[in-house]
């Protein structure tokens, strides 16, 4: 979700993004309390060291390195290498400088002043000033820039680069989710001003401020990045980053074992049942924490079927989410009530529960008018038979098992659903973004802050906003303007339990689990220390002993 589950981002990337799989990362991943590590090879002594080259891998391949244009978590994980915002979220997820060096926000909320770093240059060489960041934020707004992520920005009233190095907002009303909304990849505005930001050659060739240099991105086969000698943290230690695109987890697990990649979000089964043996844990380090993420059955609310709340409240009542996370997850996550994580302070524990419940669902359908009129066993209205079909990604099986565990408890209650595997570039550009579906099987990445503004305004939904599914409800669009208007954390609190009240018995996703993220790491890489962020918050720390380099420095061309 508002990055929206954000992902492998060390930048504390803030943008809803749409998950691809469980990723070795998320970075909102819960409280330390709750991480938990399957101890592997001990650290090797001696101090950190430059060299070798860290291969991760993932099913779903870049869209766009413009981040600002990309709704995936794909193109966030690797642009959110390559650029920095103004803030970031660091390991116990507070909100600290990024490109900003300090910031100050006025009594009143609505004046932000940044104090820039000075000295950062672009890749190719370019000084950063507080002009990047005016054009970025000009760009944000431009009507004819096809952002999903403009909202935060236009509650602007002025944004003023007062010198080089000082960037001053100053919003029209009070904005809540204000200071992380400059988490937003900063653009370089000497090669984008006055051109046309789509036919950009940054789309596949981005220069950024970040710790990594885009190098090379092979269609369908990887991205990869090299470090930045001149880095405003310090030059990582990790020479290199590859990012390699592998559309099934069965043959990326392979590669895993075979020294292929170095890293990848493992499946349940692979996490309990396929890594528990010596060898393994010899040569890699798994972990394990509860995602900031979640997955969800969504219904497109334009679709006839699906405009009665009966029928959504009845598919709700069929489905075993136990049975989903017992079987599909081997018990590695917990159910999802609604779009926050449970134990968070915005989650209400006190909404309609949706228990596994046949002959409520039964009722349910009976009463909005879906009988079997034929004997067929399928119910039907006024002579059309209940099917429809679920869409997911190509490449997540733990989708397509829980998509066929709904299509078994639909049938027994007289729903006949098909599933549709699709290509992770088409699903999203010809499907969801098309609305061009008649439900989906999807998750989002969440957000520190609990603004979901973006996924359930009705004004969000537009061919390509992330309001996807059409949800309108006039209550929730009050609610989710006022909840941006206060700081006050016990009236926001109040805010997003109502939403999640009025979701609950509207239904317009099915939330079904919040998956735990399952990491897992060549154990000759060191470095890594698990906190509230997850894992990679620190990856410009990791290293790799000289011992146990694999592959051969290189040199950087400036």
Known sequence: MKAPAKILEISGRMLLVWGVLALISCPACSRPEDSSETPGRPAAAGPPCYGDTLITGSIGEPSNLIPILASDSSSHEVAGLIYNGLVKYDKDLKLVGDLAESFEVSKSGLVITFHLRKGVRWHDG?????????????TMIDPRTPTAYAEDFLQVERAEATDPYTFRVTYKKPFAPALASWGISVLPGHLLEGRDIMKSPLVRHPIGTGPFIFKEWKAGEKVVLAYNPDYFEGRPYIDRFIYRIIPDSATMFMELKAGGIDNMGLSPLQY??????????????????????????????????????????????????????????????????????????????????????????????????????????????????FRFTIITNQGNDIRARTAEIIQRRLKEVGINVNIRIIEWAAFIKEFIEKKAFEATLLGWTISQDPDIYDVWHSSKTRPGELNFISYRNTEVDALLEKGRRTFDQGERRKIYWRIQEILAEEVPYVFLYVPDALPVVQARFQGIEPAAAGITYNLIKWYVPKTEQRYKIVTVDR
Do not use: C, H
């Open 126 to 138: 370019q000084p950063f000033t507080a002009a990047d960041v005016l054009f970025t934020y000009k």
């Open 272 to 385: 309990a049942r396929q890594t528990e043996y010596r060898k393994f844990k010899e040569n890699f380090n798994k972990y394990r924490y509860p995602a900031f993420a979640y997955t969800y059955l969504g219904f497109n609310l334009e679709d006839e079927k699906f405009r009665d709340r009966r029928v959504r409240q009845a598919i709700s009542y069929a489905i075993d989410r136990g049975e989903i996370i017992e079987g599909v997850l081997l018990g590695l996550g917990q159910e999802a009530t609604g779009p926050y994580k449970p134990g968070t302070w915005a989650y209400n524990p006190n909404i309609r529960q949706y228990p596994y419940d046949p002959v409520k669902a039964r009722e349910l359908l009976q009463e909005a008018g879906w009988r079997d009129a034929d004997g067929d066993g399928i119910l039907d209205k006024g002579g059309i038979p």
